[in-house]
């Protein structure tokens, strides 16, 4: 089943808040790319050898489409992060 952009992003902001509450404040917004293993989400986060350690699972590729960590939703990473810093 394809989902949606948004439902995929917010998948992922669901597991982060579980495996790692405040992630969104120790993302630079500035360097921030989905594109790159080094400076999305996962790579600021937990290290570039963990997007490819995800891909090396089975169903990796699917999952990180899923979780909103592959190409597409730059928009709603930032705005959600923005919002939450914002929040305080």
């Known amino acids: 089943m394809e989902l949606d952009c948004e439902t995929e992003v917010f ?3 669901a597991w982060l808040d579980q495996v ?4 969104d404040k120790k993302i ?10 080094f400076d999305c989400i996962l790579g ?3 290290g ?3 997007y490819d350690a995800i891909l090396d699972m089975p169903d ?4 990180i489409r899923s979780h909103g960590f592959s190409n597409f939703g730059d928009d709603y ?3 959600e992060i923005l919002s939450r810093r914002l929040k305080g």
């Open 20 to 23: 790692a509450p405040g992630w």
């Open 77 to 79: 990473w930032r705005e």
């Open 48 to 50: 570039s050898e963990m």
């Open 44 to 46: 600021q986060l937990f």
């Open 28 to 37: 630079d917004l500035v360097t921030f790319r989905l594109w790159s293993t």
């Open 60 to 63: 990796g590729l699917p999952w």
């Open 11 to 13: 998948n992922g902001i």
